[in-house]
């Protein structure tokens, strides 16, 4: 089944522990991209990327980090979470920049 | 800077009743995105508007684009109770923007 899945779907942590949420789809969609959602924001654009090795800064990138070593993978790295990165985030993926997005089923994150 | 603005942000009405959501921004983009969220879940695409005049339609519902206004609509014919959801646009290329999102609810 053609596919964007994230981990962990919920994840409580506290204020400066490192942590990781991946990403990762089995379309062989070049672009990939994560957004954060917040009541009354809509979904905010923090990173992403064109392909493999390839990524860019989107409208909120501070605090996070991201990589693309391989096609299908694209995680989003919190090196040290603060209570403003408490939110539910969205990773998606599409084949080009012409294409629509599949979005991942979401992680809600709680940074106490 | 790419900004987009949707209203009506929140929207109660009647099964049967027909009603307009609007996708305003203001520099030009390539496409158009309208996407779909129920409650608790993830987003769904429901259509991508190329070029200037697009009108697709899927069910009840139809999207337009007008590219010399800046404006997307979303229009809802004899709405049911099913099509509650929150309704996004989006626009750009390798950025993207999303509108705040228009939370629609269907009552009987």
């Known amino acids: 089944e053609a596919q964007v899945t994230q981990n962990p779907r919920y994840l409580i942590t506290v204020t400066g522990k490192k942590l990781t949420v991946t990403c990762s789809q089995n379309m062989n969609h070049e672009y990939m991209s994560w957004y954060r959602q917040d009541p009354g924001l809509g979904l905010r654009q923090i990173y992403y990327?064109?392909?493999?090795?390839?990524?860019d800064k989107g409208d909120v990138p501070e605090g996070y980090k991201v990589s693309r070593k391989e096609k299908r993978n694209f995680p989003l790295i919190l090196e040290s979470p603060s209570p403003n990165q408490t939110s539910l985030y969205f990773c998606?993926?599409?084949?080009?920049?012409?294409?629509?997005?599949?979005f991942g089923p979401g992680t809600r994150l709680t940074v106490l | 800077e790419l900004k987009v603005e949707q209203n009506p942000l929140f929207l109660s009405m009647q099964e049967g009743k027909n009603y307009t959501i609007y996708c305003n921004y203001s520099?030009?983009?390539?496409?158009l995105y309208w996407y779909r969220q129920d409650p608790g879940k993830s987003l769904e695409s429901l259509f991508v508007l190329l070029s200037n005049g697009a009108v697709k339609q899927e069910g009840r519902l139809m999207a337009s684009l007008d590219t010399k206004a800046r404006l997307s609509t979303l229009h809802i014919t004899a709405a049911v109770h099913d099509l509650s959801a929150t309704y996004f646009c989006?626009?750009?290329?390798?950025?993207?923007?999303f509108g705040q999102g228009t939370r629609l609810t269907i009552n009987p």
């Open positions: 990327s064109m392909n493999v090795e390839v990524t």
């Open positions: 520099t030009t983009s390539d496409r």
């Open positions: 989006c626009l750009g290329a390798q950025k993207l923007v």
């Open positions: 998606a993926s599409r084949f080009t920049v012409y294409n629509e997005q599949f």
